[in-house]
């Protein structure tokens, strides 16, 4: 079976983890300082800020910029953490629909909202320009939710660093990894200086507390494996975008499969690579009998679930949202995919192709 994704992991994070291991200092340190002014650099931004995970990144972001019942704007397609953050840091998400060619929140159908947290679903941009002038006119501020595209740019810009503040995930799935781990990116001081602290219980000193704060801090091992991936990620996304290339070619013309769209603003990442398809759940299924793992990102919107229902988000209806949850499915596009397994993919989504329709 052809996996959905796989961490390309190599001697430098080995060499890296035991220089860690050796050291003593397994927690935050040297590598997760480095690791931040690196990452810093590559988004072109201030201040990078290494937390325990990307739903993390979201939850001090959140609790940095916004106050107890503010409206966040945000997408009802898209992992739980995303709202889940927002209710976290006290906020109250308000969901609107889709834009249907990219999967990412519309700023057309944004409403008035303290802040807006768009997320660059699959390694795809938002459409940002539209985005800050709907923050511009609304007086909101901008939290990306980047944890998926880590090296896409939008108009040449990458995404991260555009709105007040940015998150990023190190999942092992993502275009890099830490195993756990996030980063914060941003380019103001405050902000900066408030999410440091709140990783860190409140300290700026041992034992010396200026506000709340819980332990979000990002180990030295995972930074040490996140460093050396970091180093890599242009080469797994130029790599990434050469496999999305072979599909677009293979399948493009194919009846019933719809490939994703890159817009003409966007350099799409590709954290995944994710179809359009007809009777998308005997399509799925039919994938695995081929020996092709697939995933569906995501089968239902955060509006649907039965939490949310239960606290009042399950009446509003998101029409591009709810079509696009009965009929997204992502094939394997990371690096490590050989020339055969390429062709053994694309092969099975041409052959379910003609089994469904």
């Known amino acids: 079976m052809i996996p959905i994704s796989k961490p390309n992991l190599g001697e430098e994070e080995l060499k890296n983890v035991r220089e860690v291991l050796q050291s003593g200092n397994l927690a935050y340190g040297k590598f997760a300082k480095e690791l931040e002014r690196e990452f810093a650099s590559y988004i072109g931004v201030k201040h990078a800020i290494a937390v325990s995970s990307g739903t993390s990144a979201l939850c001090i972001s959140l609790k940095a910029l916004i106050k107890k019942d503010d409206v966040v704007a945000t997408t009802p397609f898209t992992f ?9 840091a006290g906020g109250k998400p308000a969901f609107s629909d889709i834009d249907s060619k990219n999967f990412n929140l519309d700023p057309k159908k944004v409403g008035k909202a303290k802040a807006i947290l768009p997320v660059h679903l699959y390694g795809h941009p938002c459409e940002m320009d539209e985005m800050l002038k709907v923050a511009h006119n609304n007086g909101s501020f901008i939290i990306e939710d980047a944890c998926q595209s880590h090296g896409s740019e939008y108009k040449g810009k990458k995404v991260g660093g555009i709105g007040d503040a940015g998150c990023f995930s190190f999942y092992p799935s993502k275009n890099m990894t830490s195993g756990e781990g996030g980063m914060i990116t941003t380019n103001n001081d405050e902000t900066a200086d408030f999410c440091r602290l709140y990783r860190n219980h409140g300290q700026n000193e041992v034992y010396t507390y200026q506000q709340e704060g ?31 290339k072979f599909f677009n070619e293979e399948l493009g013309g194919v009846e019933g ?20 398809v007809k009777k998308r759940d005997i399509f799925a299924e039919l994938m695995k009998k081929k020996g092709v793992d697939c995933r569906v990102y995501y089968p239902q919107l955060t509006t649907n679930s039965s939490y949310y229902k239960k606290i009042g988000h399950g009446n509003n209806k998101y029409m591009e949202a709810e079509k696009a949850c009965s009929e997204v499915l992502s094939i394997p596009v ?15 989504v041409k052959s379910c192709a003609g089994e469904v329709r």
């Open 257 to 276: 499969v719809q490939i994703p769209l890159e817009a003409d603003y966007a350099k799409h990442a590709y954290n995944q690579y994710t179809l359009r």
């Open 80 to 88: 739980i953490a995303t709202s889940n953050s927002v209710m976290y």
């Open 214 to 244: 819980f332990n979000y801090r990002m180990t030295d091992i995972c930074a040490s494996i996140a460093l050396a991936q970091l180093k890599k990620l242009d080469g797994f996304i130029k790599k990434r975008r050469e496999n999305a």
């Open 334 to 348: 990371y690096p490590l995919l050989k020339e055969d397994e390429l062709k053994q993919i694309a092969e099975s």
